[in-house]
Each structure stands twice: as C-alpha cells, then as structure tokens.
C-alpha cells in the first residue's frame, strides 16, 4: 500500500529558499586578495537571483556544466546556489592539479563557461588552447579583469550589475544533476562523480544532525577545505541551510591567517585535512591567539593523528570531530562522536576511539568484506574492504565505464579501496588504503598506524611510511620523517624505533627511517604516497 503523502522533490532551491526566509540577517564572510568582504545572507540571496540571470544571459542551459576554478568566497557560494538552481551542473574544479589532468578534466565534463579567479588566471592560460568545450570565462574578484589571453573573457561584477535581481527558479526532478566533482587522483585517473540534488539535499541534513556534525544556526563555520575539494564537505550546503555564519579563508592559508581568522570571527567549526591542523597546532603554541570561540575541529580526508587529537584537547580544550568520507560519497561516510555512555571511560579508551574514524552516518549502510566478497565481523580485529549503500553514494562514474566496471561488487555495494575493521560498536577504524598497505612476507602492515604512533613522538611533526621493496619479505616500511624544526639536528632513528618498539609487532619495525624536510603533498593537502613511493623506489634498506 503506498502512503499518502505529497510529492516534493529533494532539490536545492527549497534549501537556498528557507534560508531566505528566515536567516536574512546572518553574514557571510570573506577573506579576498582585495581585504575582507562581509555581506548577509539578504544581499547573498539576492545576488544569486542577479546571477541566475547572468547565467541564462550567458546562454547557460539546463544540463549544461558550468565551472568553477577558485578559492573559497562569496562569489564562488554564490555560483555553488544559482548554477544548480536554474537546473545547470556546478563542475568544482581542483586548482591544484597538473595541467594535464586539467586539460582532462575539463574536456571530459565538457564544461561551457569556466568562472575564475583574478589570482588563478594564469593557471589557466597554461591549459586554455588545449580546453575543446570551454566558450567563455568570467573573472571574479572586484578589480578590473587582469591582462590575460584568456578569450572571450567577462568580469563578474560588471556582469551583475546590471543584470535584474528577479527570479524564478524552476522546479527540478530531484534526480537532476546538481554537481561534479573529480576525485584529485590520488589513487590513478581523476574519475568525475556526478551528484543529485536528492543527494545533496539529504547528505545536508544528515550533516547537520547532531549525531553527526552537529551543525546549527548558533555555528560560526569556517570550511578551510577547499570548495573544489567534494564541496568543501557540503558545508556551503548545510550552513546555508541551517543559517550558520560563514567565513572563508579565501587563498589565505597559512597557519597564521586561520588562527587570526578564527579568533576575529568566533568561528565555531572550522573543518579540513590533518596537515593543516597539525600547521596550525603549532602555530597556536607558539602564539598567542584567542581561539576560545571554537568548539569543534572536523578533521578528515586523511587519518587524524592521535597525537593531533591530545594535543589539541589538552592544549587548547578544542574536541577533534574525526571524520572519514569520499568525494564519492558526497562525502561523508562516518564520524567518531563517542556515545553519551562512553565519556565515562577511561580517557585512554576515550581517545582510542576517538581516533577511529567513526560510525556510519544514519543513511550509510556499511560492511567490511574479504576479497571474494563475503561479509567480515565487527570485532574491532578483523580487517576488510570497506564497503557502501545509500542515498548520497555514487552509483556509476561519470562516463567512465572502465572505471565503474570494478567499483561495485555484484549486489550493488560502492567499493572504497579502504580497508579498516569495526569494532562491536559500530566504530570503523581505516588501517590503509588498498593501495597503501605494506604486504611483508604475505602479512599486512598498516602504513597509517605506524604514522600515527610516530606523529605522537615529540620531535617529529610528520610521517608518512611506505613500502619499499625487500628481497626477503617483497615488501618492507620505510618512515620518511619531518622533525620539529627545534629538533632537527638532534632526532635519531634508533630513538623513533625504540618509541615504536613497544607499541607493535616486531615485524612492523620500520627497517629504516630518513628524515626529510617535506612531505610531498597531493591536490588536497594529503601526504602523496604516490609521489614518496616513486622517491624511494631505489631506496636500499639496510641489512641488519
Ligand atoms: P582522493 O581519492 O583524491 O584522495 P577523496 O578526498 O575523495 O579524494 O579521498 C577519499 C579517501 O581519503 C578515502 O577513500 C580514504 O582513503 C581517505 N580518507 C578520508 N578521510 C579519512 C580519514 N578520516 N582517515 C583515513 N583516511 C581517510
């Protein structure tokens, strides 16, 4: 028997409506190269009305992809709300990524307009005689269009001036294409994922609950995570709809910039990848900010040291919310909150499951299974691929049947290539990405654990450990290590492996340890394994 009930489609105009409705007076904030912009969410809304138009001036239809090639500010919030809206499709692309994979990724979602920012021009005019599809570019910022070779080229403010501040947004199937976002590659090819508004819509709700990210009108957001990284984790999407203050940081990164802007703005919540969080760690301690505002720092996208955790608890009394998710899955997959009953544990337990990356946001199914498939324990010891379901989880890359073809198994689940365990309550905890994983001798060596244990030593800042191969044992861990900066000459690898030796296996044993002075990094910030693997692809480890 079907329910009674009226037929409403899931789609982002009723988000960016309520806003309207009821939080016209809140602000959005931003740092931009020309100082920082404040509007309220009353002049945003109807900056994105100017700019629907715009878009159908420019010859935008539905369907149409429509790319975006920015930092995180008000313009590019605005772009994230009008393109979906008149039924057009928000292609977020990765600023960082190599001219190659630009090339590609923008003749493979066969974008029309490109909206760039002044700073960012020239990244492109590297790519722009090779861009098949691309008719036209608009420059954001305030200031007059930079010279570039850029063609046909428009100015953003000059195009919403003019441009009337009316408009009526269509109703759209809730299965319309709302986003694109490409994985930044870290594992291959960028492989494009195509969102619904019916996915969005209800990955914004979901995260704003607050058994996940526990987001609300009082938040103060501050999504350090860039906007071309999986929607800045759907934060535009769920402060917006809850009516939380924003602040963006614009290209300002730096440890300092995020802490002046945490402190002038009482930002609540500020999310983004570990290795920014570490930067700013120690930038709190040798500073003297007032970050009392705070009250949560969502952390994902790579594990969250332990050490990270403590430490910021400790130091600063701020909570780590430890997430995992993937561009994938919208992205958010699980969070670590600890259960009303567990904050009687003992602080030790507390952090332990802290450090996991969480419980199944309500909407993900999630299961860990073994290479033919069948379904493995919550035990919190037995190792599998983790595996997915649900309303915000890709069903088929974007024209890319190659890669679909081995991302989901025969009943329908996502595969991940992550592979973790979950413990008996419910608490999944990743211990390598398939790819990542040291196999010595036929046994598994997870690379994030021994990481994790040595980003906890007090003299080191970052390690990222990987395979090198051994003669022996096919493979073996090697930790690269950046020393902080005090203890740079006075950090030793038998000091690193004696910390070590009484938290693992012997066999787990780094057989060897070098220090560098960087880790490289991936378009979003991660440590790139990729990259340190090829580094150290000749790398003798010594014997015995
Ligand atoms: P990319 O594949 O380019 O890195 P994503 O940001 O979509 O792009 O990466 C998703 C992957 O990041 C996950 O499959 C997982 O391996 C890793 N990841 C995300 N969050 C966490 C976390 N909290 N802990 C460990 N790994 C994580």
Not at 77 to 87: N, Q, S, T
Not at 174 to 184: K, M, N, V
Not at 227 to 236: E, I, K, S, T
Not at 486 to 495: C, F, L, W
Request: charged content about 25%; hydrophobic content about 40%.
């Amino acid at each position: 028997m079907r329910g009674l009930m009226m037929d409403f489609p899931l789609t982002l105009k009723h988000i960016l409506q309520h806003n309207e409705r009821l939080y016209g007076k809140k602000e959005v904030v931003s740092r931009t190269e020309a100082g920082v912009h404040r509007y309220t969410y009353a002049d945003f809304q109807k900056r994105v009305r100017k700019l629907a138009n715009v878009l159908q001036r420019l010859g935008v239809k539905r369907g149409d992809r429509v790319a975006t090639f920015a930092w995180n500010h008000y313009q590019h919030l605005e772009l994230y709300f009008a393109v979906p809206c008149i039924g057009a499709v928000l292609h977020t692309v990765n600023i960082r990524l190599f001219p190659d994979q630009l090339v590609y990724i923008f003749n493979h979602a066969e974008d029309k307009l490109v909206f760039v920012d002044p700073s960012l021009i020239p990244l492109l005019e590297r790519v722009a005689d090779r861009l098949k599809t691309v008719e036209q570019y608009v420059v954001m910022g305030s200031g007059a269009i930079p010279e570039t070779s850029l063609a046909p080229v428009l100015a953003y403010e000059e195009l919403m001036a003019d441009a009337p501040e009316d408009f009526e947004f269509p109703d759209l199937d809730e299965w319309d294409a709302l986003g694109l976002c490409y994985t930044s590659g870290t594992t291959g090819n960028p492989k494009g994922v195509l969102y619904t508004h019916r996915a969005i819509f209800l990955h914004t709700f979901a995260s704003a609950m607050s058994n996940t990210l526990n987001i609300s009108e009082r938040d103060v957001i501050f999504p350090v995570v860039p906007m071309f990284h999986a929607n800045a984790w759907g934060l535009p999407f769920t402060a917006v709809m809850v009516g939380a203050k924003l602040v963006f940081p614009g290209p300002f990164l730096k440890p300092q910039d995020m802490a002046q802007m945490i402190q002038d703005e009482r930002v609540t919540v500020a999310a983004g990848v570990p290795t920014l969080w570490i930067g700013l760690y120690h930038a709190l301690k040798g500073g003297s900010y007032d970050i009392s505002s705070l009250r949560a720092l969502i952390v994902g996208g790579s594990a969250a040291p332990r050490a990270l955790i403590e430490g910021f608890e400790k130091d600063f009394g701020v909570p780590i919310a430890h997430a995992w998710g993937m561009t994938e899955l919208s992205p958010l997959g699980t969070v670590a909150n600890l259960k009303s009953y567990m904050e009687e544990w003992p602080e030790e337990e507390r952090y332990r499951v802290r450090a996991k990356q969480g419980m199944p946001v309500a909407g993900i199914e999630l299961r860990i299974a073994d290479e033919q498939g069948n379904p493995l324990p919550w035990d919190g010891k037995t190792m599998g691929e983790v595996q997915v379901r649900g309303p915000w989880v890709v069903s088929a890359y974007y024209n890319d049947p190659e890669a679909s073809k081995d991302a989901f198994t025969p009943d329908g689940w996502f595969r991940t290539g992550d592979v973790a365990t979950v413990d008996p309550e419910g608490y999944m905890e990743i211990t390598d990405r398939t790819k990542d994983l040291i196999k010595s001798g036929g046994e598994w060596i997870s690379s994030v654990q021994l990481e994790n244990l040595l980003m906890a030593h007090p003299k080191v800042m970052e390690a990222a450990v990987i395979a090198v191969y051994h003669e022996k044992w096919q493979e073996r861990p090697l930790a690269v290590v950046v020393p902080v900066p005090e203890h740079k000459d006075d950090i030793t690898k038998e000091e690193l492996i004696e910390f070590l030796r009484p938290q693992v296996a012997s066999w787990w044993l780094p057989d060897d340890v070098v220090f560098v002075e960087e880790i490289p990094k991936t378009s979003v910030g991660k440590f790139d394994k990729k990259v340190l693997r090829e580094q150290f692809r000749d790398y003798q480890l010594p014997t015995e």
